[in-house]
């Protein structure tokens, strides 16, 4: 079983910074692509920003320049760093992980439960 634990939101004033933390657990062979998404009240969730195993990124374009994703293999942690926050990015934020728990496995997503950002204005 894998287990992903996020970690870092709050409430912030518009125009600060965050830094959101997402570390797996568990029994697994390998993670390869991992991802943040956000879901404000009474709207879809939205992809934020994906990394993969190697490093390669993709942002939403709402975020672009002001967020950066990035991981640290060694720990199995995912980060997201927000700066010039708005209070558009209020949301409950989820990380995923694609994840292969053993050899010749196929890859399933696991997702955490969530943390809340608010960005006062």
């Known amino acids: 079983q894998v287990q992903l634990m996020e970690s870092g939101g709050g409430l912030v004033q518009a125009g600060g910074s965050l830094r959101l933390s997402c570390a797996a657990s568990g029994s697994f062979f390998s993670i390869n692509d991992m991802g943040w998404y956000r879901q404000a009240p009474g709207r879809q969730r939205d992809m934020v920003a994906r990394i993969g195993s190697g490093g390669t990124t993709n942002y939403a374009d709402s975020v672009k320049g002001r967020f950066s994703i990035f991981r640290d293999n060694s720990k199995n942690t995912l980060y997201l760093q927000m700066t010039s926050l708005k209070p558009e990015d209020t949301a409950v934020y989820s990380c995923?992980?694609?994840?292969?728990?053993?050899?010749?496995?196929?890859?399933?997503?696991?997702w955490g439960q969530g943390t809340q950002v608010t960005v006062s204005s």
């Open positions: 995923n992980a694609d994840v292969r728990t053993i050899p010749d496995r196929n890859v399933v997503r696991y």
